[in-house]
């Protein structure tokens, strides 16, 4: 008896390190990815679309694809590809090693 406790215990601590903390850690990257998009930002959506960020809204996101421009949910945005936020930074650590350098 008391080894089948032990074993439904193992059975749950494997089922939650291999099961739901992983999935768990996905869900909070892909939350925090979409709350910190940006106008400019080069996406790609679930459904395979690549576009430009032409314009956000809490819940609803204007992609410019071509010359089109689509509406879509901001869950539907699965990564981004290059991002306006990390642009920014590479320039001013470009700028700082460039002053650094004129000195």
Do not use: W
């Amino acid at each position: 008896m008391p080894t089948q406790i032990i074993m439904l215990i193992v059975f749950v601590a494997i089922f939650y390190f291999l099961l739901i903390r992983p999935q768990m850690k996905r869900t909070k990257e892909t939350r925090q990815m979409q709350s910190s998009l940006q106008k400019g930002d080069k996406i790609v959506t679930i459904g395979g679309l690549h576009g430009t960020i032409d314009s956000i809204t809490d819940a609803e996101i204007v992609l410019k694809a071509g010359n089109t421009r689509l509406t879509f949910d901001r869950g539907a945005i699965r990564e981004v590809s290059k991002s306006t936020a990390k642009k920014e930074v590479v320039e001013k650590v470009e700028e700082k090693k460039e002053d650094k350098s004129e000195k």
